[in-house]
């Protein structure tokens, strides 16, 4: 599987490019005013959980680009870790079309069908990676 690496490369450039998208989106909905009006206990939950999602998404990124042969397929570990992002990505994609507010997804379309995109790609990519054969 070795020239699948470049796609496993590339799912880390988008598991990038999400994690960046928490920092315009907290400018585009305006976190800081909205939390304002949340008792500070919660508005202290909402924000350390998005900073681990980000700390998060980075790593699995890191993964992508330190360890691409094994992600690929090269390792038992690999292709339990890309199943696991199979997985985390599957779930993120159903939370994507079911739970955000419709109204606001139609209001941000291009967003909205950029982000379906990815995590389709993330999806197949790591379910490609996880049921690989051994090298």
Known sequence: M???VLYIWAAGALQLLVAFANIVAA???RYRESIRTLPGHVADVFVVQNIFI?????????LCFAFADELAGGSQLGRCLSGFLSVFWCIRLVFQLFFYDRQMRRQHRLFDALFLLTFVYLVVVFTIGALASRP
């Open 27 to 29: 400018r585009m909905f």
């Open 2 to 4: 070795k020239g699948f």
């Open 54 to 62: 980000m700390f998060t998404v980075v790593g699995m990124a890191g």
